[in-house]
């Protein structure tokens, strides 16, 4: 047995982390000066100019959304863009950013959970399987939603994914003792309406596609790095139509939102190795629950 890399793999991880704490201050320290002094610029502005308060507020934000997305495989557009539209950003300015941030950060996040060994997207049929239906799906849900997305009612759309997002946690929870058999029809049939529902607002793929995996049968640590390659395909199919559709980014805000993503996914996907499998069940279950009840208070 060839110990090397069982042994060089903490070294790895440690290295990785004081690697990444060293660009995070980095980070933190020009954000910092820029909010102290504004009118000092050490890097020229892109798009359209942000307050340097607003920008350490949205760079922080997608730091915090996107570790819970990296690790849990759901929570990133859910939680942040209503965040974003309580700070006074237009919801096609939001979403098109969104989509941008989150294709970039769901492919790197894929990559490092298949480095980690979190999945074997490269061995393991049954994950390849399951990543290459979500992707296919990705894209007629992506486009239709682009397509229908002044047209439909966002309130009824929004109340019936909320009550499946529930309704999922709750059967994640209720099996979580439970080792369930792989069904591939109830993934694509979730995955659709992810996908659309990701084009049309931005957010709640993961929450259906991470926790709908598992309920399916797959195991959760797989399930997200599943997601993370999917849904990364989803974003920029989504992002594509918006700008097809004669949509544009804001790079002002896609800049601090992809950057502050970035950021987390190298700690996110080794907290997910560390993870029991049992424990992760449970979590996946539990922030299913709490999203979809967010999204169905939204309404009230």
């Not at 793999?9 to 990785?16: D, E, G, I, S, V």
């Not at 690790?71 to 096609?92: E, Q």
């Not at 950060?105 to 979190?118: E, P, V, Y």
């Not at 959760?220 to 999917?230: F, G, H, M, Q, R």
Request: hydrophobic letters at 55%.
């Amino acid at each position: 047995m060839d110990l090397r890399g069982v042994i060089g793999a903490p070294a790895l991880a440690r290295r990785r982390i004081r690697v990444w704490a060293v660009g995070l201050a980095a980070v933190l320290t020009y954000l910092t000066i820029q909010a102290v002094w504004p009118g000092v610029r050490l890097v020229p502005s892109v798009g359209s100019d942000l307050a340097p308060g607003t920008v350490m507020a949205v760079f922080l934000m997608a730091l915090a959304c996107e570790y819970v997305d990296s690790t849990l495989g759901m929570g990133y557009g859910t939680t942040l863009t209503p965040l974003l539209l309580l700070l006074g950003f237009a919801p096609l300015q939001v979403v098109p950013c969104v989509l941008l941030s989150e294709f970039v950060t769901g492919l790197s996040a894929a990559i490092l959970h298949h480095r980690d060994g979190n999945v074997d997207l490269l061995r393991d049929r049954e994950a390849r399987s399951t990543a290459s239906s979500l992707c296919l799906l990705s894209a007629a849900g992506a486009v239709i939603a682009v397509a229908f997305a002044i047209r439909i009612p966002k309130v009824v759309l929004t109340a019936v994914i909320g009550s499946m997002i529930v309704t999922v946690g709750i059967i994640t929870l209720a099996t979580a003792k439970r080792r369930l058999r792989y069904r591939r029809g109830h993934i694509i049939a979730l995955g659709t309406i992810a996908a659309f529902n990701k084009g049309l607002s931005g957010g709640g793929y993961g929450p259906l596609v991470t926790s709908g995996q598992v309920v399916s049968g797959l195991a959760p640590k797989k399930a997200v790095a599943v997601t993370s390659l999917a849904e990364s395909v989803t974003c920029i199919i989504g992002l594509t139509a918006y700008l097809v559709a004669g949509k544009s980014v804001d790079w002002a805000l896609a800049l601090p939102l992809t950057v502050g993503a970035m950021f987390s996914v190298p700690v996110a996907t080794l907290t997910v190795k560390r993870i029991p499998e049992r424990a992760f069940r449970l979590s996946v279950g539990l922030i299913t629950c709490a999203l979809g009840a967010l999204s169905l208070a939204k309404l009230l």
